[in-house]
């Protein structure tokens, strides 16, 4: 068993999922912190067309994606990580909606499965199935109240949201501690005070002077009140 996260998405569009090559994870991946695969979901499939939808029962617009080639697709994945939890992530509009408290949940999960749906979504018999295997987890997650074409939009945000926090990711794990919804007062958790750097003027405005005094407990003073401003007028 490894002690590296291991990451694999199945979806339809592999090339969606470019960016994880990119800044902190595709370093993170070329540091041996993380392990990511990409599946593409049409080679479970055995007809000329590469096929994984079908209509709907019971009628209406759209497709369904068909339930035998995510089995397939699920289950060889599984087998890369044997005599392990597999978490499978499932991208739906009723999932739960991602926190910073979920995703540091997530960061437990030595294997997680994203299954990026497209249509109107997969057969839920997928979900119903692998939650009743005893070496998975199915989670339904949402990145919010709005429609995407598919899962790996929010398959991306969920896997840096994740990805970021884990140890060695971060050059400066302690800037992890003052962001926005892990920075806390009695009030709960906040959104992140307003930054500056340099110059000290620019068009007219400047740096607060406290943050030039080099008195670091009237900073961190200035910063939670800061924080409680900008969580109190957040628009929701």
Not at 173 to 185: C, G, K, Q
Request: charged share 20%; aromatic share 6%.
């Amino acid at each position: 068993m490894s002690n590296v996260n291991r990451f694999d998405v199945i979806t339809i569009f592999p090339e969606y999922l470019a960016p994880l090559n990119l800044s902190l994870i595709g370093k993170a991946q070329a540091a041996g912190l993380i392990s990511i695969g990409i599946h593409d979901l049409r080679d479970q499939t055995s007809d000329v067309h590469g096929s994984v939808d079908d209509t709907p029962y019971g009628g209406g617009a759209g497709m369904v994606m068909s339930p035998e080639p995510w089995g397939s697709a699920i289950d060889e994945v599984a087998e890369l990580v044997p005599n392990e939890v597999h978490e499978l992530i499932v991208l739906t509009p009723a999932g739960q909606k991602l926190t910073q408290e979920l995703a540091i949940e997530l960061t437990k999960s030595k294997h997680l499965i994203f299954a990026c749906g497209r249509y109107e979504g997969i057969d839920v018999r997928v979900s119903d199935f692998y939650a009743t295997q005893k070496n998975f987890k199915v989670r339904e997650i949402s990145i919010g109240d709005y429609v995407l074409g598919g899962g790996e939009v929010a398959t991306l945000v969920i896997m840096e949201a994740i990805i970021r926090l884990l140890p060695g990711v971060i050059g400066n794990p302690a800037s992890l501690d003052e962001e926005s919804h892990t920075l806390t007062s009695d009030d709960g958790a906040l959104v992140e005070y307003p930054n500056y750097t340099k110059p000290k003027e620019w068009r007219g405005l400047s740096v607060p002077d406290v943050l030039l005094s080099g008195n670091h407990g009237e900073i961190a003073k200035w910063r939670l009140e800061q924080a409680r401003i900008r969580t109190k007028n957040r628009p929701n």
